[in-house]
């Protein structure tokens, strides 16, 4: 170990001699100053604008260190840069020179040589972790209760990173007596190590090997504060084996070695490190520490619990992708390991996941290719694409398919079956917006249909009601049954079904929806609904001021009522009849999904709203969870038409400019169960048109409203609760006076500070 660190202290001090070292270490610090600076000046001006307090806690050490073009993302995206200036001349300068044959004729060995070598990088690479650590110390300082173990998680992938890139110059050096070529060569093999994992994608059991080979993003993990032993394994292995085949390299050079010798040594060491890494990249024998401070890589508790109840039972995962589809990229080969990414979270916690791809095709509406191709029929189209796209991979046609699963269901889109050993399985979808894929809330929602019945809700039809399959403004296709919306119940956990009141609403009703009647329900029909409520069900209930009348019998017996007028809220820039509402102190107690709204200051639109009166029924407990304005707003008698026609206050004609309650929960306890029942004198809040409208200057957060409505409706089953602790380091604690001087000293007197140093080393030299 003496003459290794001889070795090493002497590679320093040549590393050093040379301005090489030293450039590289005030460019790394300037750099690093510069992206610091940037992004703490950002969460200073959010701290003094006030942003801070407006938006949801959100981590900052997160912001400046992990988010996309923080400190780690810059700091990786240019690392592979200084690595073959700094690597070049290790041991191609012992071969130009020749003095590695004094080495050779001195009692040190190959692997001393080596190691001291490599010994001295790896120093290096820890005094530019110090340099890291210099501003992560200015973090735990500038920001309140900052995210540490964050910062050190990521700085530890950034040295590993560094390590293996050293070990494969320390490599390439050896190969030459050129630096210049060992620099390119370098480079170059860098480069292949990026590009490995898109070979051969489409040859299963290879690709698995040259995407593992793969050294690309495989510190996005530790940059996130997230520790998997598959990736440690992944750096030390690497390193191991470029050190490996250096030993090789000088040990041929040192003692002739034939080709076919060397060779097998060389194979020998990729069989070895593949099989290792192979084994260790599969679930079962993963290892996964999340350090954050909310566990921001970990499933929530939520999912965890779904997860759990599993248990040990095989799950398959079956893609079903229509080549024909739009959606057709997701199922390329390329993608295979981006498809396996979605569900790593879940394979953490139950590595009994499989996986299988079909691709088949199937004619679907596609603009392009119906434009293109609009005479040709499926196989026609198909085999064109493929000549076109060289798909080499085989591409059933959906005949040969229908007999495992129906797929017309989901009209032949891009779509996961879900497969229990038991036979039970469910659809997961992907969605038509920017995102596609599914997130944790709507897997979980899925992985939670395997495991127990989810709540279904009955629409009440027969009387001119909002029909949760029409497509219309006032329909409610979109909230309830589109398969490619996202938030769309039935991608939530939900069941939905139509339910005409010519019997008892079924026992498997867990949640009636009556929206608008547009006529009134017999003396029979409002028994069944009044045998409903007895029995405990759950229940939303919304009105227009037109249906007042159709309604009220509805919910008298609750103490509930739609008072005559409209609600108008009249500003410069909408309609007047368009209320903008805020939870109120109970709603926001109430739900979660409120209490973020609420905080945030957001607003949900409910367009042509009656007001609300309630004196609950004997049993029933009342919250208001919104109200009309407390200023400017009133309960509009007279006016009808508020397109040609202006809405004044007029006391005297009965309206009166107070707060109205327009969202109310009602809740009382039925044989051990507490029954909930929301209303509201608003039904357009979830149509169609109004979760697609778009209004100038106005952000409506409608959504919030719904998940809080429905997780409080089904006993908080579904949506899956996603909330997590809130980050403790969401604002900065430093003043403005403070991080002004300290960006001076990190942006600028630091990198001078090793310039002016190296400088005076130099002045030194050059006196002796």
């Given at each position: 170990?003496?003459?290794?660190?001889?070795?090493?202290?002497?590679?320093?001090?040549?590393?050093?001699?040379?301005?090489?070292?030293?450039?590289?270490?005030?460019?790394?610090?300037?750099?690093?100053?510069?992206?610091?600076?940037?992004?703490?000046?950002?969460?200073?001006?959010?701290?003094?604008?006030?942003?801070?307090?407006?938006?949801?806690?959100?981590?900052?050490?997160?912001?400046?260190?992990?988010?996309?073009?923080?400190?780690?993302?810059?700091?990786?995206?240019?690392?592979?840069?200084?690595?073959?200036?700094?690597?070049?001349?290790?041991?191609?300068?012992?071969?130009?020179?020749?003095?590695?044959?004094?080495?050779?004729?001195?009692?040190?060995?190959?692997?001393?040589?080596?190691?001291?070598?490599?010994?001295?990088?790896?120093?290096?690479?820890?005094?530019?972790?110090?340099?890291?650590?210099?501003?992560?110390?200015?973090?735990?300082?500038?920001?309140?209760?900052?995210?540490?173990?964050?910062?050190?998680?990521?700085?530890?992938?950034?040295?590993?990173?560094?390590?293996?890139?050293?070990?494969?110059?320390?490599?390439?050096?050896?190969?030459?007596?050129?630096?210049?070529?060992?620099?390119?060569?370098?480079?170059?093999?860098?480069?292949?190590?990026?590009y490995s994992r898109t070979l051969w994608q489409d040859v299963e059991g290879v690709r698995e090997?040259?995407?593992?080979?793969?050294?690309?993003?495989?510190?996005?993990?530790?940059?996130?504060?997230?520790?998997?032993?598959?990736?440690?394994?992944?750096?030390?292995?690497?390193?191991?084996?470029?050190?490996?085949?250096?030993?090789?390299?000088?040990?041929?050079?040192?003692?002739?070695?034939?080709?076919?010798?060397?060779?097998?040594?060389?194979?020998?060491?990729?069989?070895?490190?593949?099989?290792?890494?192979?084994?260790?990249?599969?679930?079962?024998?993963?290892?996964?520490?999340?350090?954050?401070?909310?566990?921001?890589?970990?499933?929530?508790?939520?999912?965890?619990?779904?997860?759990?109840?599993?248990?040990?039972?095989?799950?398959?995962?079956?893609?079903?992708?229509?080549?024909?589809?739009?959606?057709?990229?997701?199922?390329?080969?390329?993608?295979?390991?981006?498809?396996?990414?979605?569900?790593?979270?879940?394979?953490?916690?139950?590595?009994?996941?499989?996986?299988?791809?079909?691709?088949?095709?199937?004619?679907?509406?596609?603009?392009?290719?119906?434009?293109?191709?609009?005479?040709?029929?499926?196989?026609?189209?198909?085999?064109?694409?493929?000549k076109l796209m060289n798909f080499t991979f085989p591409i059933k046609p959906y005949e040969e398919?229908?007999?495992q699963v129906d797929l017309s269901g989901e009209n032949f889109r891009f779509v996961r079956l879900?497969?229990?050993?038991?036979?039970?399985?469910?659809?997961?979808?992907?969605?038509?917006?920017?995102?596609?894929?599914?997130?944790?809330?709507?897997?979980?929602?899925?992985?939670?249909?395997?495991?127990?019945?989810?709540?279904?809700?009955?629409?009440?039809?027969?009387?001119?009601?909002?029909?949760?399959?029409?497509?219309?403004?006032?329909?409610?296709?979109?909230?309830?049954?589109?398969?490619?919306?996202?938030?769309?119940?039935?991608?939530?956990?939900?069941?939905?079904?139509?339910?005409?009141?010519?019997?008892?609403?079924?026992?498997?009703?867990?949640?009636?929806?009556?929206?608008?009647?547009?006529?009134?329900?017999?003396?029979?029909?409002?028994?069944?609904?009044?045998?409903?409520?007895?029995?405990?069900?759950?229940?939303?209930?919304?009105?227009?001021?037109?249906?007042?009348?159709?309604?009220?019998?509805?919910?008298?017996?609750?103490?509930?009522?739609?008072?005559?007028?409209?609600?108008?809220?009249?500003?410069?820039?909408?309609?007047?009849?368009?209320?903008?509402?805020?939870?109120?102190?109970?709603?926001?107690?109430?739900?979660?999904?409120?209490?973020?709204?609420?905080?945030?200051?957001?607003?949900?639109?409910?367009?042509?709203?009656?007001?609300?009166?309630?004196?609950?029924?004997?049993?029933?407990?009342?919250?208001?969870?919104?109200?009309?304005?407390?200023?400017?707003?009133?309960?509009?008698?007279?006016?009808?038409?508020?397109?040609?026609?202006?809405?004044?206050?007029?006391?005297?004609?009965?309206?009166?400019?107070?707060?109205?309650?327009?969202?109310?929960?009602?809740?009382?306890?039925?044989?051990?169960?507490?029954?909930?029942?929301?209303?509201?004198?608003?039904?357009?809040?979830?149509?169609?048109?109004?979760?697609?409208?778009?209004?100038?200057?106005?952000?409506?957060?409608?959504?919030?409203?719904?998940?809080?409505?429905?997780?409080?409706?089904?006993?908080?089953?579904?949506?899956?609760?996603?909330?997590?602790?809130?980050?403790?380091?969401?604002?900065?604690?430093?003043?403005?006076?403070?991080?002004?001087?300290?960006?001076?000293?990190?942006?600028?007197?630091?990198?001078?500070?090793?310039?002016?140093?190296?400088?005076?080393?130099?002045?030194?030299?050059?006196?002796?």
């Amino acid at each position: 170990m003496k003459v290794i660190w001889k070795i090493a202290k002497a590679e320093l001090q040549a590393m050093f001699y040379s301005p090489v070292a030293w450039l590289i270490l005030i460019i790394f610090t300037f750099q690093l100053g510069i992206g610091y600076s940037g992004a703490f000046d950002s969460l200073m001006r959010n701290v003094t604008m006030g942003f801070i307090k407006l938006n949801l806690p959100t981590s900052q050490t997160f912001i400046l260190w992990s988010n996309p073009g923080a400190v780690f993302p810059s700091t990786t995206s240019y690392l592979y840069l200084y690595v073959p200036l700094l690597t070049m001349g290790v041991i191609s300068r012992e071969l130009s020179t020749g003095s590695i044959k004094m080495l050779y004729s001195s009692p040190v060995t190959n692997n001393q040589i080596i190691f001291g070598k490599y010994l001295s990088l790896v120093i290096y690479g820890l005094l530019l972790m110090i340099v890291i650590a210099l501003f992560g110390i200015h973090t735990t300082i500038g920001v309140k209760d900052a995210d540490f173990p964050l910062i050190l998680c990521g700085m530890l992938g950034v040295f590993l990173l560094f390590c293996t890139y050293a070990s494969i110059g320390l490599f390439m050096s050896s190969l030459t007596s050129y630096t210049v070529v060992s620099a390119m060569g370098t480079l170059a093999l860098l480069a292949g190590l990026a590009y490995s994992r898109t070979l051969w994608q489409d040859v299963e059991g290879v690709r698995e090997l040259t995407y593992w080979l793969s050294i690309s993003g495989r510190v996005d993990s530790f940059i996130m504060g997230m520790i998997t032993t598959d990736r440690v394994l992944y750096f030390l292995l690497i390193t191991i084996m470029f050190i490996a085949f250096t030993a090789i390299r000088m040990n041929s050079m040192r003692h002739k070695s034939s080709f076919i010798v060397s060779f097998a040594k060389y194979a020998g060491v990729v069989v070895v490190v593949f099989g290792l890494g192979f084994i260790s990249a599969q679930p079962v024998f993963k290892g996964y520490i999340d350090v954050t401070d909310t566990k921001a890589n970990t499933l929530t508790k939520s999912s965890q619990e779904v997860v759990s109840k599993l248990g040990d039972e095989d799950l398959t995962i079956h893609t079903y992708a229509n080549m024909l589809d739009k959606n057709f990229y997701f199922a390329l080969p390329v993608m295979y390991q981006m498809d396996r990414m979605i569900f790593e979270q879940y394979t953490r916690f139950k590595p009994k996941i499989k996986m299988k791809m079909e691709r088949y095709y199937e004619i679907v509406p596609n603009p392009m290719y119906d434009r293109q191709y609009p005479n040709m029929t499926a196989k026609q189209r198909m085999d064109t694409v493929s000549k076109l796209m060289n798909f080499t991979f085989p591409i059933k046609p959906y005949e040969e398919i229908k007999q495992q699963v129906d797929l017309s269901g989901e009209n032949f889109r891009f779509v996961r079956l879900l497969q229990k050993a038991d036979g039970k399985q469910t659809f997961l979808r992907v969605f038509e917006d920017p995102q596609v894929m599914p997130t944790e809330r709507e897997i979980t929602a899925a992985f939670k249909r395997l495991v127990m019945d989810l709540p279904t809700v009955g629409f009440i039809t027969g009387h001119g009601e909002r029909q949760s399959t029409s497509f219309q403004d006032r329909g409610y296709n979109l909230i309830a049954q589109e398969k490619t919306f996202r938030y769309a119940l039935i991608n939530q956990g939900f069941d939905i079904k139509d339910v005409p009141l010519t019997n008892d609403i079924p026992d498997d009703i867990k949640i009636v929806v009556i929206a608008e009647p547009r006529t009134a329900l017999s003396p029979e029909e409002l028994a069944r609904i009044n045998r409903y409520v007895d029995r405990g069900g759950n229940m939303l209930i919304m009105g227009e001021p037109d249906s007042r009348e159709h309604l009220n019998p509805i919910i008298a017996p609750l103490g509930v009522q739609l008072e005559p007028g409209i609600l108008v809220e009249p500003t410069a820039k909408y309609q007047p009849d368009l209320l903008t509402v805020t939870p109120t102190a109970a709603g926001g107690a109430a739900s979660m999904y409120l209490a973020s709204l609420r905080k945030g200051q957001g607003v949900i639109t409910m367009p042509g709203t009656a007001p609300l009166s309630v004196t609950p029924a004997q049993g029933f407990k009342a919250e208001t969870w919104f109200t009309s304005d407390t200023t400017g707003s009133w309960n509009e008698l007279e006016t009808k038409n508020f397109v040609d026609d202006s809405a004044t206050l007029n006391t005297a004609a009965g309206e009166k400019a107070e707060p109205f309650a327009t969202v109310v929960s009602l809740s009382r306890d039925v044989k051990g169960k507490t029954q909930k029942i929301i209303v509201t004198g608003d039904a357009d809040w979830i149509s169609n048109a109004e979760l697609g409208a778009q209004r100038y200057d106005l952000k409506a957060f409608n959504f919030n409203m719904i998940l809080a409505a429905f997780y409080h409706l089904s006993d908080n089953e579904v949506p899956i609760d996603m909330t997590r602790p809130d980050p403790k380091d969401d604002t900065a604690r430093t003043g403005a006076g403070a991080w002004a001087f300290s960006k001076v000293l990190l942006k600028w007197v630091l990198p001078l500070a090793l310039l002016a140093f190296n400088l005076l080393l130099w002045i030194k030299r050059r006196g002796k």
